[in-house]
């Protein structure tokens, strides 16, 4: 989909009427999608009343340590809430909400493992899905997606588009087409054309209209050509939409996507960002809300081998080692120590260490800090512990504001339920980097009314692994 894979892809004007006849002409079926010859060793068909082990969430508003926003200018808060993301009827439903304030949640998973064709075999990546049944005005912002990611990016997310990326599906604001693309190499510019990527320009269905019909959108990676004719293969319905040969990428460029350990899947919802603002704009407030993505199946099978499997990739972290605590990281902020706060408790804190936590936060409530010592060096991790015990399908967010309440948020973080109101956990988000002494402003926001998460402590730091 995506990262900073945005403005000025988005604004490349689609396919004339012509050239997307012309595409579907002489486009092929593909060769492989019926071959027996392949294997498949991911088959989710979305059973039951849960995600499988195979998947997880992304939550929040980006990777630690990477772009704000995931790169793109999105402005949902993916969740795992059932409002947002749910496996019902042999489907994935994926469904972007906004709530009474404005505030857009959605929801974005990945597979945990990774994929990649050995030399002389072939990989195809493939999902049958229906996008959000929207379309006007009332589909402006949607930002439907079913993509791959190199590996690499879950260490260092900083490191798109050379790790590589293929857009299977992007459709933006219920307009009729799906666009098929390649990120790689450099951006801006670079022989991907980034931010635009190595994309189709946007091709129509040769059928019944995307918005709410299923339809098949496929990829395939194939190392059988011989040594260095390797292609990647789009497709839609099994019509070829683009096609993407080894020779038309300098060697190291191809070898920065191809060398590495292989491919995640993700599928998603995003609302908002450069896409959809290149092609009309949104969300507005005739954008609908509770509209999803259906998802029947994703497969991914092998012709010949696949190449060796390491295990899941861990939750990304930022890959810079800390030097010395003191440069690394603020004193550790006891919650309960704050000098101002507005409609909080305080309670016993289950947690490490014990102690006491901020309790009873809803919508609304606020801690403030004196004098918080930065240091010189730039904190850009704000990590907290946290527990919540509240109702599926609430979520809210802990904006960090500096010196006063009425100051612009120096970042945030998403919450939701953890389990349980001694059940904690450490969550980081990303901050812009700061210096010197400030007060420290938390504000709690929600949609929802009630209690909605305990606090214990929190500190400010150069890493997302901080002592704490």
Known sequence: MRNLSALARRARLPLSLG??????????????????????????????????????????????????????GEVEVNTANRANLRVE??????????DSAGQWTSARIETRNVYKPAAGAAMRIEARLAMPNVTGERALGYWPAFWALGAPYRQNPWSWPKVGEFDLMENVNGINKSWATLHCGVAPGGPCNENIGRSNGGVAPSGARFQGNFHQFAFEWDRSRGIGADELRWYNDGVRVNTVAQSDLPA?????????????????????????????????????SGVPMKVDYVRVSYRGAAAPSPAPSPT???TAPPTTPSETQTAVIQAESYASQSHTSTGPAADQGGGRAVTHIANGSWLGYRSVDFGRSAKSQFVARIASGAADGVSGLVEVHLNNLQSPSIGSFAFASTGGWQSWRTVPANIAPTTGRHDVFLRFVSGAPGDLVNLNKFVFSTTANPHL
Not at 90 to 97: D, S
Not at 260 to 276: C, D, K, R, S
């Open 19 to 72: 050239c997307v006849i012309s595409v579907i002409a002489l486009g092929l079926t593909s060769p492989a999608s019926g071959a027996a010859s392949w294997r498949t060793v991911l088959d989710e068909q979305f059973n039951g009343s849960a995600l499988s082990s195979s998947w997880r969430p992304t939550l929040g508003t980006q990777y630690p340590g990477g772009p704000p926003q995931f790169g793109t």
């Open 89 to 98: 009827g042999g489907n994935l439903v994926i469904t972007p909400v906004r």
């Open 252 to 288: 190291a460029v191809w070898a920065d996507m191809t060398t590495h350990a292989g491919y995640f899947v993700i599928l998603n919802v995003a609302i908002g960002g450069a896409f959809p603002a290149a092609l009309g704009g949104g969300p507005t407030a005739a954008t609908a």
């Open 316 to 318: 990304p972290t930022p």
